[in-house]
């Protein structure tokens, strides 16, 4: 390879490429976020590029937009890309990987998405295997998900885990005395979150006292939402199950705040931050085995079944609702309690973005010689 030019390349300084806007309250988003909020505090130059088009399927205005971002970048610069807005664009990445230096953050392979048929599935992870393949390095937010990354050719040595911080948090207080316990789920309405699930479980333990409270977006996926909703009505449930949409931090602190018990039937998670949340306010968790789930959330602070198992998460549910379950609840409540100072803060996470992203900028590119 011949001798790359290197005007305006900055030690600390790197471009941040992303889908649209970075505000948008996903804990993908989120994590973006935090990272190019706590590198600028750290000393580094990030500026952020909001990428048009359709994301993950990689339309034609996706693929210029990451053209035109790619091409306008000085050679040897540093680039780090959500993995959602390059893996199903390898061609862009292939183009510019001998004179940039590109990293990938990855919070779940593509293709490990919930819904897909399988040629569709297939051809995401060739996709994202060939777009993850001439980066130098991937950061992803799990362990799990960096042996994960194995299966797509990423060597142990080009990857570097990098959980997500969690904010300190008071204790959950719960509802008001004599109200009946308080079941909160945070998560955007789509179905890898399995709000379906959720709501088929509630509905075979309708003997039980208890209100749910879902917060998260309806707009991402509205023809299944409305599919949830509708089954709430038709269950007779929508008195007790209230889906109040997007909340800012201050509302969702609240409701944490209120609440006596975390649920997510979600089928996959590369993380699960909102999981990491609950804890952090020693909330129980009923959940799922599905992806990361069970190295973010201890053993002793959950009740963990397969995902899509509507009787399994029913089953779960009585166990911490049953009018004799106080003491099994406390039991689990106590173990969220003592967890909740082990989860790593969000500026020892940057701390190990930052260290990630140094080394992979140090190190030789897949196409170098």
Not at 209 to 231: I, K, M, N, T, Y
């Amino acid at each position: 390879m011949g001798q790359l030019r290197r005007s305006g390349v900055s030690e600390r300084g790197l471009h941040f490429v992303v889908p649209g806007p970075l505000e948008q309250r996903t804990g993908g988003y989120l994590y973006d976020a935090r990272m190019v909020e706590g590198l600028r505090a750290r000393g580094w130059t990030v500026r952020v590029h909001n990428l048009d088009g359709a994301f993950p399927d990689g339309d034609a205005t996706a693929r210029r937009s990451l053209e035109v971002t790619l091409a306008h970048f000085d050679d040897g610069a540093l680039v780090v890309i959500d993995g959602l807005a390059m893996g199903g664009l390898p061609g862009p990445i292939e183009a510019h990987a001998r004179r940039l230096r590109i990293v990938s953050l990855l919070h779940h392979p593509l293709a490990d998405e919930t819904g897909l048929s399988e040629p569709r599935r297939q051809a995401l992870v060739q996709s994202e295997r060939a777009a993850l393949a001439p980066c130098r390095g991937v950061i992803v937010t799990s362990v799990y998900t960096a042996h994960r990354l194995r299966d797509y050719g990423v060597a142990p040595d080009r990857c570097r885990p990098v959980p997500p911080g969690t904010e300190p948090a008071p204790l959950a207080d719960g509802p008001p005395v004599g109200s009946p316990p308080l079941l909160l789920c945070v998560a955007t309405v789509t179905p890898r979150k399995g709000h379906d699930v959720l709501a088929s479980s509630l509905a075979r333990v309708r003997d039980l006292p208890w209100r749910c409270v879902c917060a998260g977006s309806l707009e991402r996926d509205p023809a299944f939402a409305e599919r949830v909703l509708r089954s709430v009505r038709d269950e007779g449930l929508e008195d007790r199950v209230e889906f109040v949409g997007e909340h800012g931090p201050e509302a969702l602190q609240q409701l944490y705040h209120e609440s006596s018990l975390f649920v997510l039937a979600s089928h996959y998670e590369g993380y699960g931050m909102a999981l990491a949340e609950a804890i952090a306010r020693g909330l129980p968790v009923v959940s799922t085995t599905g992806g990361a789930i069970p190295w973010t959330v201890p053993e002793d602070a959950s009740l963990l079944v397969p995902p899509a198992d509507v009787d399994a998460f029913a089953t779960a549910l009585r166990l911490v609702l049953a009018p004799d379950a106080a003491q099994r609840r406390e039991a689990l409540a106590a173990a969220a309690r003592r967890h909740a100072g082990t989860l790593p803060d969000w500026p020892a996470s940057v701390a190990l973005f930052e260290e990630a992203v140094r080394a992979f900028a140090g190190s030789p590119g897949a196409f170098e010689s």
